[in-house]
Every structure is written in structure tokens, then in C-alpha cells.
């Protein structure tokens, strides 16, 4: 896979109309927020991307870095750090000195989705994002989608039919040199009602992290 363009879109992208108003009533409600498509967070020589389904409304889309500020984000880098794919100590902020090793996080929708749900439409228009950031990592080996709807654009990415590939937690799928994985999303909704358990988690990355050990 080639990039076929920039991997990162441009501050005002107007793709999706619907994302394109509802960050600039944004812009207007909260002025010091990012309220734009965020960037990629991590090396682009990672052999680990994480891809999420879009930035939080108080989260990402507020400070400006994927999983920092909202409830995800605790488990997400704890979880990271305890397999050694972050170091440092994450305080949710951008500027706290957390750094990604061999991990590289972005989103399967750069701008954030009122109601954290984005439509159809606005994820295909983003996935040429997706498609670029993928194919600009040389040493890819695998790609962790958190959640059906990151599982199946990143499918997408590959060529391949959602449908032959259907997602389910814990779950790992090749696709030629890269294995992806599967979790549901590491949510304050999702570990409250039980349906992911930072201990399955947990078991996710710690497979992730055994199998590009064994590659390495
Ligand atoms: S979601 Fe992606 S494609 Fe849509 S406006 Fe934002 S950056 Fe552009």
C-alpha cells in the first residue's frame, strides 16, 4: 500500500459538511479548544496502530491529542505503558511528556461527531486519511481497531468486504503483513456496564505485544 496523498487533513477540511458545522459552532462556543481534525499521535515507524472511531467532544477534540482528557483515555495508556508501548506519566493533558513506543494512535474520523456518532458517509469520506496513515507506516505489523466501526474502515483500507472479515472482541484477522486486531472500545459506557473489563483489555494488548515480540 501507497499513500496516495496527505495522511493528516487540512485544519479546515470540508468534507463533511455536518462535522464541518458542528465545529465551527464549536469554534464559537469554545474558543480554546482544538475544535479541528486531530492528528496521529505517535511515530510513523511504529509497528502498532491504534485506531479509534473518532475524537471526544471534551477529549481529543478539546486538547488536541487522540485518548487525552476523556475516561478512555486512563485505561488506554495505562494499558499502553504497562506493555510498554507508552512511557511516562499521562495527566490528560497534551503537554504532560507521554510518549508512544512502537505504538501509533489515530482515528478512524479525524473531527468529532456530534453524539460521538458519525454517519456512514463521514466515515468513508475520512478514510482516504485512514488509507494514507496506514500506508505511510514502513514497518506496520499490526493495527488494533477499537470498536465495529474502526474494524470495518480499516477492512475497508485493505480492500477487503466488512463482511468477510466481521469483527468480535479479541479477535485477530491477517491481512497480508499486518495482523489486525480487535477490542471493543475502551469507553466509560463499555466498562461500566461490564462489556469490556480493563482485565480483557489487558489481554488484548498483552497478545498484540507477544506476537510483534516473537516477529521481532
Ligand atoms: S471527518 Fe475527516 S473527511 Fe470529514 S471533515 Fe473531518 S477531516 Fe475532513
Not at 514502513?138 to 485493505?158: E, N, Q, T
Request: charged share 25%; hydrophobic share 35%.
Amino acid at each position: 500500500m501507497r499513500p496516495t496523498g496527505p495522511a493528516d487533513p487540512d485544519r479546515e477540511c470540508p468534507r463533511c459538511p455536518r462535522l464541518v458545522q458542528f465545529r465551527t459552532t464549536l469554534r464559537q462556543r469554545e474558543p480554546d479548544w482544538l475544535n479541528a481534525p486531530v492528528p496521529s499521535f505517535g511515530p510513523r515507524e511504529a509497528r502498532l496502530l491504534v485506531v479509534c472511531l473518532a475524537p471526544g467532544l471534551r477529549g481529543a477534540n478539546r486538547t488536541g491529542r487522540p485518548f487525552t482528557g476523556d475516561f478512555a483515555g486512563d485505561l488506554l495508556y495505562e494499558t499502553l505503558k504497562r506493555h510498554g508501548f507508552a512511557r511516562g506519566h499521562y495527566q490528560a493533558r497534551p503537554d504532560d511528556g507521554l510518549t508512544l513506543v512502537d505504538c501509533r494512535i489515530t482515528n478512524a474520523v479525524r473531527c468529532v461527531p456530534p453524539q460521538n456518532k458519525p454517519l456512514g458517509t463521514e466515515v468513508a469520506s475520512c478514510r482516504t486519511f485512514l488509507t494514507n496513515t496506514i500506508a505511510e507506516m514502513p514497518r506496520l505489523r499490526a493495527i488494533l481497531a477499537l470498536g465495529r466501526i474502526a474494524h470495518d474502515s480499516v477492512v475497508i483500507c485493505f480492500g477487503a468486504r466488512p463482511s468477510a472479515v466481521p469483527f468480535a472482541h479479541a479477535s485477530a484477522h491477517r491481512t497480508g503483513e499486518v495482523a489486525l486486531y480487535d477490542s471493543y472500545h475502551c469507553s466509560r459506557q463499555n466498562t461500566n456496564t461490564g462489556r469490556l473489563t480493563p482485565k480483557m483489555f489487558d489481554a488484548v494488548i498483552a497478545k498484540i505485544r507477544a506476537e510483534l515480540d516473537r516477529g521481532s
